[in-house]
């Protein structure tokens, strides 16, 4: 297997697991922050829009770490450095 | 697969490309300050006034209420940074209606710049409240040992900023690019309005975590029970 396959072949394996396993994380954390921030609205309803702005707030920053393992598997697919740099020496032979 | 508006190239002299990213952010730029020029013209303080004049005076105290309630004691001094960001990415966003449009917050030069903006400022209002000496003190609290890693969040944190940002219109974008080629009738347009949704909640967010940097960085360590009272009330 050349070094060529061996990159393609890594690149889209670590591609795959890189967002399967990198969105599991994130998700059970923001089940668990909808339900907290549900249950605590029920106590108190007054406190609506601050338990709101601060679930809105949370889930963003959960939410950010899904976004990195997504923006990590589109560079390894469209942007990879390795890839491009093996294609350019195939290229140049 | 176009990753982000930067590979739109439109013109090209040189060194010197027109891209997608450029024209569509002076784009916004031009629409907001003509926008607010053209309706800020006559202002009437009486109970008539034009519809657009209405519209500016809800988003405007709207933002400043929610600039208020996460701590910043003068919204007005803020609002005008925290206000821009937030309409600039909110119209970035909305404007994936008009085809052939690509937001310019779907490439990573555009959000990290915004969040450039906001790594400055920060330190800026900072100094501005409390003076170099006490803004720089707020460094070593609690204990000197936590020097760099105040640091180190300061940095993190705007990087966080940026590649959130960046992220979540990129996707947006590429899920709906992906979509139309595999099943092109009904559900891209779902994909949209999802798309559409997120974006102004990444605004919100945006400007949200904008404020709470600042407001952490101006809030005078002597009166720290005030943000328990400003729930409370």
């Known amino acids: 297997m050349d070094s060529m396959t061996l990159i393609a072949i890594a690149s889209i394996v670590t591609a795959g697991l890189t967002i399967a396993l990198g969105s599991i994380g994130p998700a059970l954390g923001e089940g668990h922050a909808v339900a907290t921030a549900l249950s605590s609205l029920a106590q108190q309803p007054d406190a609506a829009t601050t338990i709101t702005r601060t679930l809105f707030v949370g889930l963003a920053m959960i939410e950010s770490i899904a976004i990195y393992c997504f923006v990590v598997s589109m560079i390894l697919i469209f942007a990879n450095p390795f890839w491009n740099h093996v294609i350019a020496q195939a290229a140049g032979k | ?233």
């Open chain 2, 1 to 233: 697969m176009r990753l982000s508006p930067d590979e739109m190239i439109f013109w090209q002299h040189g060194l010197i490309k027109l891209n997608g990213t450029i024209l569509f952010t002076w784009g916004l730029m031009f629409v907001l300050a003509v926008g607010s020029k053209l309706i800020t013209r006559n202002l009437s303080t009486e109970l008539q006034r034009s519809r657009w004049q209405n519209l500016l005076e809800i988003i405007v105290t709207g933002i400043e209420k929610q600039i208020e309630d996460v701590g910043l004691r003068q919204p007005k001094t803020y609002i005008g940074f925290l206000g821009t960001l937030f309409l600039f990415v909110a119209l970035a966003s909305l404007c994936t209606v008009i085809p052939g449009y690509e937001p310019p917050t779907g490439s990573l030069s555009t959000t990290a710049a915004l969040a450039l903006c906001v790594f400055v400022a920060v330190p800026f209002f900072g100094i501005e409240q409390q003076g170099l000496g006490g803004y720089l003190k707020s460094y070593i609290e609690p204990t000197i040992i936590m020097l760099p890693f105040n640091i180190i969040s300061e940095l993190s944190r705007t990087l966080a900023l940026a590649v959130r940002l960046f992220g979540n219109m990129m996707s947006g974008t590429m899920i709906l690019a992906i979509l139309l080629t595999i099943t092109p009738f009904i559900f891209p347009i779902f994909m949209s309005a999802l798309g559409l949704l997120t974006g102004m909640v990444q605004a919100y967010i945006f400007s949200i975590l904008a404020a709470v940097y600042i407001a952490a960085a101006t809030r005078s360590r002597k009166s720290k029970p005030e943000p328990a009272q400003a729930i409370k009330a």
